[in-house]
C-alpha cells in the first residue's frame, strides 16, 4: 500500500487513558487548561505523545512530497525569475520536513523509523500530493490555493500545546505566508493574461478545488481524532472551522480575479457559512489509502531518493573515518 495506513479507523482507546495515573493526567490537563506549553522531557498521557507523533510525522511527510508536484516545474517554469522562485520554495518545503521531523523526534520516533515508514506506505501524507501537475498553471495553484490552506490550518495550531510543534509552526507559517504571495503573483499573471492563458488558470482550478475542499480533513461528523486532539489542545480547530476560514478568505480572491469556482452550489448562507457541493469523500479514502492518481510515483521518487542517498548518511554517521581517493 502506498501513502496508506488505516484510515478511518477508531482512534486509539481513550480506555488507554484509564491507565494513565490519574493525578498526573490531572496536573497535565490544568496545565493545558492554563494554556502553558508541553516541553520534551514533560510528563504526558501516551495518547497525547501518540497523537502528537501521527499529526507531526504526517505534515512532515506532506512538506517532503509536497515538494515533488511543484519540483517537477522547476525547469519549465516560464522565465528564470519564475525559476529561481520555484527553487526557492521548494528548498523552503524541505526545511519545513526538517523542522517537523525534529520536533517529531522530540517524542521518541527517530527519523529513521518515520522515513521507513513513508516509503513502506504505512503513514499518511497529505492528499492533496498525489494528484499530478500536468501545466504550469496547475503548480501556481498548490503555491496560492494549498498555501493557503495550509496557513488557515498551521496559524490555528500554533497556538497549541505541544512547545516543539507550536514553534515549527510559527516559523513555517512565516514561510508559508511568502510563498502564498508567490503563488498569488503567478495566478493574477496568468488569470489577466492571454485568453489561453485564462483557460490554463481555470482549467488548473477546476482540477484542484475538490482536492483543495478534501485538504482540510473529512467533515467533522466522520472525523475520528478532532476530539482527543482538540481535548489536548493539539488541534485548534476542526476540519469544517479550517474549511470555512479558508472559504471566507479565499473565494471573493478567486472571483476578483475573474475566475469561477467550479461548484455551482457555492453560497454563503443568511448566518454566514459557506454552504457546498460535498467533495467525493470516497475519492478522498482511495487517494490517502494508497490509490491516487501519483502514489505509486511519489513513493517510488522517495524510495530511490533513500536508496541513492544511503551512503551520505553512512559517511556523516563515521566522520572520523578516513577516505581515500583513488587518482585513476
Ligand atoms: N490528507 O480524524 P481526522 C503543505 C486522515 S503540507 C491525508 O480528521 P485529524 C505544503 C487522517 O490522518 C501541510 N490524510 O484526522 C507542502 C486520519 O487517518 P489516520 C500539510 C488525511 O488528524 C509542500 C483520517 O484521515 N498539513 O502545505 O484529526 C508544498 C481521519 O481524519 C487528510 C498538515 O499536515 C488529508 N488531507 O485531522 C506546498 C497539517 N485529512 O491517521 C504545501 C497537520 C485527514 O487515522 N495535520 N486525513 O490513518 C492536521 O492538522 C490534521 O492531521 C488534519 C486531519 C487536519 C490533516
Redesign the pocket.
Known amino acids: 500500500m502506498n501513502g496508506g ?5 477508531a ?1 486509539v482507546s481513550s480506555d488507554q487513558e484509564q491507565h494513565e495515573d490519574p493525578e498526573k493526567l490531572a496536573m497535565f490537563e490544568a496545565r493545558i487548561a492554563r494554556g502553558e506549553k508541553i516541553e520534551p522531557p514533560d510528563w504526558m498521557p501516551t495518547l497525547y505523545r501518540q ?1 502528537l507523533i ?3 510525522e ?2 512532515a511527510h ?2 517532503i ?3 515533488l ?2 519540483g517537477a516545474w522547476i525547469t519549465r517554469a516560464p522565465g528564470f525569475r519564475r525559476k529561481m522562485g520555484q527553487m526557492a ?2 528548498q523552503d ?1 524541505v526545511g ?1 520536513a526538517q523542522l517537523l521531523y525534529s520536533a517529531a523526534e522530540t517524542l521518541g520516533k527517530t527519523r529513521e523509523e518515520m522515513m521507513n515508514d513513508l516509503i513502506s506506505g504505512k503513514s ?6 498525489n494528484y499530478p501537475t500536468p501545466t504550469w498553471a496547475d503548480s501556481t495553484v ?2 496560492w490555493l ?2 493557503a ?2 496557513i488557515v ?2 496559524l490555528a ?1 500554533a497556538k497549541g500545546s505541544y512547545g516543539p510543534y507550536c514553534r515549527a509552526l510559527e516559523r513555517i507559517c512565516v514561510e ?1 505566508s511568502f ?1 502564498l504571495k508567490y503563488g498569488h503573483d503567478a495566478v493574477v499573471h496568468l488569470a489577466t493574461g492571454s485568453a489561453k492563458q485564462r483557460e490554463m488558470i481555470q482549467a488548473a482550478l477546476n482540477r484542484w478545488w475538490s482536492p483543495i475542499m ?5 467533515p ?1 461528523k ?5 476530539k482527543a ?1 482538540m481535548k489536548w489542545k493539539v ?1 485548534m480547530a476542526t ?1 469544517d472551522e ?1 474549511r470555512q476560514q479558508f472559504l471566507d478568505m479565499y473565494v471573493p480572491k478567486i472571483g476578483d480575479l475573474g475566475l469561477t469556482v467550479p461548484d455551482p452550489n457555492l453560497r454563503q448562507n443568511a448566518a454566514g457559512t459557506w454552504e457546498y457541493t460535498e467533495p467525493d469523500w470516497e475519492e ?1 479514502k482511495q ?2 489509502n494508497g490509490n491516487g492518481p501519483c502514489n505509486a510515483e511519489r513513493l517510488a521518487v522517495r524510495r530511490t531518493a533513500e536508496e541513492k542517498g544511503a551512503w551520505v548518511r553512512e559517511a556523516l554517521l563515521r566522520p572520523a573515518a578516513q577516505y581515500t581517493t583513488p587518482l585513476a
Open positions: 495506513g488505516d484510515t478511518f479507523e482512534p497523537q501521527r499529526v507531526i504526517q505534515h506532506s512538506e512530497i509536497g515538494t508536484p511543484e520554495k521548494v518545503e519545513h499518511k501524507y497529505s492528499n492533496v500530493f498548490i503555491s494549498i498555501d490552506g495550509a490550518n498551521q495550531n508559508e510563498h478534501m485538504f482540510f480533513g473529512p467533522d466522520t472525523s475520528v481524532h478532532t486532539l488541534k476540519n479550517c478522498f487517494v490517502i
